[in-house]
């Protein structure tokens, strides 16, 4: 556990306070040589400054790399011509006109890199500011009417033009600073807008005003950003229990959330030192974020797939490469963060990096993060953070997402608040069920989610979903948010932090299924279980060519190797063949790892036929699923799946099983022989699952009930609830609860069966009846909106 994380407890709470707003601090006496000084850190931290040997490893590599884009970019420059690059369109595609200003920023930046062989290089620098005066005067000005998408416009094109002003700030003169200023000024005159875009906004007008000298334009900024850094109660932005949602309704930390997160440090950096530092109370969410929102979403350098939404399908920016830029960022931030933050920025992004197995996060990247990482690794005073143990609960983007040490899981589920999945521009078409309750896991295979995982993998068969088989078109069901009173999504994390309980009630999109899917993720066991799988009258022919009917995928997993052995109940199931065959009623199977790394168990606790498809040269394409940036290219890969049937019109299914990551073969049938576990409950009442060795009883119910034990009660609830029921060591229980449908403006009223002592805490909210011959604990949920509650007794 990070000795800093906090708690979500009072996360309700803290979202509606309200934050002082800020003062304008008037410029300092020698403000003219503040500018200078935020400028040339600014290009210190574009071109790394003069601290590494450009000619030794790690550093010359990439500035070879600078140089020979800025080559490139300088060799197609023609200002003789209709176009000043040939390939781009700037006279009716805006998207061009910031590409332009790119080109320039590329070979400005070789001009100011320490070691280039164009640094310094006055051609260079002489045609990169003719270029400026031609985009300047045919392209890019105060007078220019725009056309197309304003985010160009208002946004990228100022950025890259600011970021090319920085660097060639010497070579412009007076009139030609004025100018440029004045076109981004045109077109981002102030501070505007939400969000990340709010971010865009104050980091060009900052920018501005460091080139143009402005202490008015550097205060906007400042407090303009401020809004931005606020927590929200509903949609877009960063919510009271770290959710990050954009476009009202995705779940996008990774996302839309990581691009906001990089231009907030950037605007952060630029000010930072300087007497236009944002100083506001609200700036210390963003270390909270990092914490809460961020840490528990990266694993092992991947940033995790099931919040990045539609970006998911883009082939060139997995998992890994956004984990890449995340580790990248928080380089910068960890350097210019206040002291007490850097103390733990710093052994964090040391940890982060050295867990990055797939994308090396300081290679080919900005040399300010190659030289301040490599600086940061090597630096002994510095011990990298243990890595994250910790299971976390996101009631308000509806996911839950654990690392226990050994690996990684995330639950992905739709409410009535968070939709299925995004597909817009053609992306993310397939993306059916990655919200339907995915199970995610994460072992020693870090490339699982990657490589050409998302053009291959089976859409109808995405691991921990319960599907009706329909055939679905591109795109179809996006956006979908279930309306009934029934559909719900949230989960409660243990007092100890390191466990969590996933809760969702599933009504399925087009499709009369619906059904209760819980999941209790423990130290080395995930538990899965299902009931009241109903979809009364489904007719027609399914995807598969049979008759509609329901399932649920157990797994389905991309395999590395050929050698990677499927073995049920101690028998082989061959590597090489393609293999469908459903066993009766198997007691566990096992999916060999690569080396040993990777390896998976499965237990079924119930008797129920499990249907095993091993499936070899499994092929897609990028563009089936993006059409927007997807290459035709063919791709293939094999897989593993599992899946459990529920037949046609089923009234009242269910299922039971449990994942064991990384398990030996062994130790699964050994597992299955002597589970951790007793699976209390698996009714349309109450799941209820105890963990004997952990001393853990964790629950969902679906309505009033009450889950027994060896016929003598041992839990009951007024009303759904995610609990979680922890044996403390020296006697006494912590109890943790939350609502999972996040709209009970009531109470929720628990009866433990079992005598405690005194309180020792309690959430507030929680209300203790009596302590003995039961504990029965009443928790006001009204306007929680998922967060857990908690009590402690001794
Ligand atoms: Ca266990």
New binding site residues.
């Given amino acids: 556990m990070a000795a800093r994380r906090r708690s979500r407890l009072l996360a309700g709470l803290v979202g509606l306070a309200v934050l002082a707003a800020t003062a304008v601090a008037a410029a300092p006496a020698t403000a003219a040589d503040a500018y200078d000084d935020m400028r040339t850190r600014w290009v210190e931290r574009l071109t790394g400054g003069t601290g590494f040997d450009p000619a030794a490893a790690p550093f010359a590599a990439q500035v070879a790399v600078v140089d020979a884009a800025a080559q490139t970019a300088w060799d197609g420059l023609d200002l003789t011509q209709p176009e000043i690059w040939s390939d781009l369109d700037t006279a009716t595609t805006v998207e061009d006109i910031t590409e332009a200003y790119r080109r320039v920023s590329v070979m400005a930046l070789a001009f100011r890199t320490h070691g280039a062989t164009l640094e310094g290089d006055a051609a260079l620098a002489a045609d990169a500011v003719a270029a400026l005066d031609w985009l300047e005067t045919h392209r890019y000005s105060a007078t220019t009417t725009p056309y197309g998408n304003w985010w160009h416009w208002e946004i990228g094109t100022p950025l890259e033009l600011h970021r090319a002003m920085a660097l060639l700030y010497d070579q412009l003169t007076a009139t030609q600073l004025a100018d440029s200023a004045a076109a981004t000024a045109h077109f981002t005159p102030s501070v505007t807008l939400t969000g990340a875009n709010r971010v865009w906004k104050a980091l060009v007008v900052a920018g501005r005003g460091v080139l143009v000298k402005s202490s008015s334009m550097l205060s906007s900024a400042r407090s303009g950003v401020v809004p931005a850094l606020q927590i929200v109660t509903s949609g877009d932005g960063f919510h009271a229990d770290d959710s990050f949602l954009q476009h009202v309704k995705y779940a996008y930390t990774g996302g839309y959330g990581l691009s906001f997160l990089q231009n907030l440090v950037d605007l952060l950096a630029l000010l930072a030192g300087s007497a236009w530092e944002v100083t506001d109370p609200a700036v210390d969410n963003v270390y909270g974020w990092i914490e809460n929102a961020y840490d528990p979403f990266l694993v092992d350098g991947a940033l995790l797939d099931t919040v990045r939404g539609r970006e998911i399908s883009r082939a060139t920016f997995g998992e890994h490469d956004a984990g890449k830029r995340l580790i990248q960022t928080l380089v910068t931030l960890s350097e210019i963060a206040p002291p007490a933050e850097q103390a733990w920025l710093k052994p964090l992004v040391k940890e982060w990096i050295g867990a990055a197995v797939v994308r090396d996060p300081l290679a080919s990247g900005p040399l300010y993060v190659l030289s301040r990482g490599t600086a940061l690794l090597a630096d002994s005073s510095v011990i990298a953070r243990p890595a994250l143990v910790a299971a976390d609960v996101y009631p308000d983007m509806a996911r839950v997402v654990q690392h226990t040490g050994t690996y990684a899981a995330a639950v992905a589920m739709t409410s009535k608040t968070i939709a299925s999945y995004e597909t817009t521009n053609g992306e993310n078409l397939k993306g059916f069920y990655t919200g339907d309750g995915a199970l995610w896991v994460y072992t020693d295979d870090a490339t699982q989610f990657s490589e050409d995982y998302w053009a291959t993998m089976h859409p109808y068969r995405v691991p921990g979903t319960t599907v009706d088989t329909l055939t679905r078109a591109a795109g179809s069901g996006a956006g979908y948010l279930p309306t009934s009173s029934a559909a719900y999504a949230g989960g409660v994390e243990s007092a100890s932090g390191l466990f969590a309980v996933a809760s969702y009630s599933l009504d399925a999109w087009n499709s009369p299924l619906v059904g209760r899917k819980s999941w209790y993720l ?4 995930i538990v899965a279980l299902g009931s009241g799988i109903s979809a009364a009258g489904q007719t027609g022919t399914g995807w598969n060519g049979a008759p509609r009917a329901v399932q649920t995928i157990v797994e389905a997993r991309k395999l590395q190797a050929t050698s990677q052995q499927l073995v049920v109940d101690g028998t082989a199931r061959g590597t090489t063949t393609l293999v469908a065959d459903t066993v009766a009623d198997p007691g566990w199977a096992h999916l060999a790892g690569v080396s040993g790394a990777g390896e998976l168990g499965y237990v079924f606790p119930d008797a129920a036929p499990v249907t095993f498809y091993r499936q070899t040269g499994r092929t897609g394409a990028w563009n089936q699923i993006n059409t927007l940036v997807g290459s035709s290219a063919t791709v293939t890969e094999d897989y593993l799946s599992m899946w459990i049937e529920h037949g046609s019109s089923p009234s009242n299914a269910g299922y039971q099983y449990i994942v064991l990551p990384e398990s030996s073969q062994a130790q699964t049938s050994g597992y299955a022989a002597a589970p ?2 007793v699976i209390l409950a698996s009714s349309t009442t109450a799941h209820a699952v105890r ?1 004997s ?2 001393g853990i009883t964790a629950a969902t119910f679906w309505g009033a009930g009450t889950v027994s034990s060896g016929g003598s009660p041992l839990l009951t609830s007024s009303a759904v609830a995610s609990v979680m029921v922890e044996d403390q060591p020296g006697g006494g229980y912590a109890i943790t609860v939350s609502d999972p449908t996040s709209a009970n403006s009531g109470t929720i009223q628990l009866e433990l069966h079992a005598a405690a002592g005194a309180v020792v805490s309690a959430s507030p909210g929680v209300t203790v009846t009596q302590t003995s011959p039961t504990v029965k604990i009443t928790v006001n949920v009204a306007g929680s909106s998922g967060a857990p509650f908690r009590i402690v007794l001794g």
């Fill in positions: 423990f130290d080395d066991e951790d576990v963990e060795t952990l």
